[in-house]
């Protein structure tokens, strides 16, 4: 029989009980689009001194000359980088991790906004596929519209990625050269390089394995250890001047807690571009703090981030429970943002995606269903 089951999205539930995050491994995606499994060579340093604010650093330049590698991959929310990174751990500690749900983070966060955002302002589209007693979530890749040259869409978001290239080295400070420094204003943006942690974590019963793209490393790094809690999110946004001005920040904020609370990145640093985009103001914020602010500054979201954990809480439980996750066989299912609910529907052996996704490589590589039918087979 066909499953289909329709979540409420303002339906409340009491799992407010978090797994403490806790850092697997971690990998580089070149803008080559390849997969560097525990290498970190796209990781980057915080460095952005307060003197260079006096500088008055242009978030616009260098966009004629902007490197979008990003744009050329050939599937940019592909899991096989997180399956590769997955295997090698299982490899080294010869087990398969526990855990019911493996996705990206940013997967999480766009299901935990059904919430508090419209279908449209947040759309929804995933596939999911039970294998090996896990649900395996993915995006169906879109080719966005990209903002019309120089409009201010395309400058606000250009802004971001410079903002990220100022603030950021490609190596501890003690190590980089003077001339680096000079030239930072100078270097190009490319949007291919990412560096991903990969986070064992969960709410209430449901362990979850996410991947997540980071920023940075604020301080240093330790060699070998867990390093979640010396990373930090970049952000930029637009100079905070009136009270509606304050609302669409709080909003954001909030979304970027949603995004480091829920892989365990203690440390947000904002820029605040004028109308000019040049950056006057850096903001740091810890993501513990960050409830008491909205709490504090806005009324309206009071309760919105115990709100987001119990309806985090919720959805995956729900998932689990609709979707059957014993047995040999491979299901795929289809998750969507309609009105007011999530909509999953089991897709269908008579429908076009369904051999892509159950016998192709939509979702699962080939090398990755192996490597779990190897283990299954000696018992690990």
């Not at 009980?17 to 980057?44: G, I, M, W």
């Not at 490609?170 to 291919?192: A, C, E, F, I």
């Not at 829920?262 to 903001?283: A, M, Q």
């Not at 369904?354 to 192996?370: A, H, N, P, R, T």
């Amino acid at each position: 029989m066909v499953v289909t089951s329709n979540l409420f999205v303002k339906q409340k539930g009491t799992t407010t009980a978090l797994k403490q995050p806790k850092e697997l491994t971690f990998y580089s995606r070149t803008d080559d689009d390849n997969f560097l499994v525990e290498d970190d060579v796209h990781l980057q340093y915080y460095y952005l001194p307060d003197a260079d604010l006096e500088k008055r650093l242009d978030l616009s330049s260098g966009i004629k000359k902007l490197k979008d590698t990003a744009s050329n991959f050939k599937d940019q929310g592909t899991l096989f980088g997180l399956l590769q990174s997955i295997q090698n751990y299982e490899q080294r500690k010869n087990k398969k991790i526990k855990a019911d749900i493996v996705t990206f983070r940013g997967i999480m966060r766009k299901l935990i906004s059904a919430a508090f955002d419209t279908s449209n302002f947040n759309p929804i589209d995933l596939r999911i596929v039970s294998f090996d007693g896990q649900l395996f979530i993915k995006e169906v890749p879109k080719q966005e519209a990209k903002p019309a040259p120089g409009s201010p869409a395309q400058l606000a978001w250009y802004s971001g990625y410079k903002f990220e290239t100022l603030a950021t080295l490609p190596q501890p400070l003690p190590l980089v050269s003077r001339t680096t420094l000079d030239k930072r204003p100078k270097k190009l943006v490319n949007t291919g390089e990412e560096y991903i942690t990969v986070v064992k974590t969960g709410v209430g019963n449901v362990k979850v394995i996410l991947g997540a793209e980071v920023d940075c490393i604020f301080d240093f790094k330790e060699e070998g250890k867990d390093n979640l809690k010396h990373y930090a999110e970049l952000k930029c946004s637009a100079d905070v001047s009136t009270p509606a001005d304050a609302r669409k920040f709080e909003r954001k904020v909030f979304r970027t807690w949603l995004q480091c609370f829920l892989v365990g990145i203690p440390r947000i640093i904002y820029g605040f571009r004028d109308n000019n985009n040049v950056l006057k103001t850096v903001e740091e914020y810890t993501t513990t703090e960050v409830p008491v602010l909205l709490k504090s500054n806005n009324p309206a979201m009071n309760s919105s981030c115990l709100d987001a954990i119990k309806w985090y809480g919720t959805l995956t439980e729900w998932l689990l429970k609709m979707i059957p996750r014993d047995g040999d066989t491979i299901r795929a299912y289809r998750l969507v943002y309609e009105n007011n609910h999530l909509r999953l529907t089991e897709i269908e052996d008579t429908e076009s995606e369904y051999q892509g996704l159950v016998e192709g490589e939509e979702i699962l590589s080939d090398e990755f269903k192996k490597w779990r039918k190897s283990m299954n087979e000696r018992n690990l």
